[in-house]
T-cell receptor, first 114, second 109 residues
């Protein structure tokens, strides 16, 4: 079944540790996004990628990095996790970047930093 | 710097009633999208309306767009308990897809 897959589904992480959240899509979409969702704050864009080989900063990029080595994968890395990064993280993809094409979402990664 | 702001933040209605959610946005857009999120799940696309459209229908959903007022509304007619979810508007901003804070809809049976 075509779609977007995130891993892990949940994780408890010690503060200061490094963590990579994985995201893979098989729809050959050009654009991919990482959002975090916190209660009362909706979805906030962390980083995005218009196409393989390019990335850009979203609304809340500090403390996170991404790479887009190929079309399918868009990992999100927390270099040194802090408790304020406790959140639910969603990866999404769309055929084009915010230009009127539907975005497809993964099921999310629930991250707790202690 | 969220592109859309939804109103109300929460809405509670009885089954069979209509639910209306509003979205105001900041910058000019060429399209606006609405998404639904069931508790603990990823978002699912509902409908997209382009800047040259005033109204669009999809089943029990009706979306309007007023570009002069930079606002959109989502109407769910004859609501069902299964419509209970959070609803988000999203629009392009500088090539990125930016979401509002959402409206939490509760439909009581």
């Amino acid at each position: 079944i075509a779609g977007i897959t995130q891993a892990p589904t949940s994780q408890i992480l010690a503060a200061g540790r490094r963590m990579t959240l994985r995201c893979t899509q098989d729809m050959r979409h050009n654009a991919m996004y990482w959002y975090r969702q916190d209660l009362g704050l909706g979805l906030r864009l962390i980083h995005y990628s218009n196409t393989a080989g390019t990335t850009g900063k979203g609304e809340v990029p500090d403390g996170y990095s991404v790479s887009r080595a190929n079309t399918d994968d868009f990992p999100l890395t927390l270099a040194s996790a802090v408790p304020s990064q406790t959140s639910v993280y969603f990866c999404a993809s769309s055929a084009e970047t915010g230009l009127g094409t539907e975005a497809f979402f993964g099921q999310g990664t629930r991250l707790t930093v202690v | 710097s969220q592109q859309g702001e939804e109103d109300p933040q929460a809405l509670s209605i009885q089954e069979g009633e209509n639910a209306t959610m509003n979205c105001s946005y900041k910058t000019s857009i060429n399209n606006l999208q609405w998404y639904r999120q069931n508790s603990g799940r990823g978002l699912v696309h509902l409908i997209l309306i382009r800047s040259n459209e005033r109204e669009k229908h999809s089943g029990r959903l009706r979306v309007t767009l007023d570009t002069s007022k930079k606002s959109s509304s989502l109407l769910i007619t004859a609501s069902r308990a299964a419509d209970t979810a959070s609803y988000f508007c999203a629009g392009p901003q500088g090539g990125k897809l930016i979401f509002g804070q959402g409206t939490e809809l509760s439909v009581k049976p």
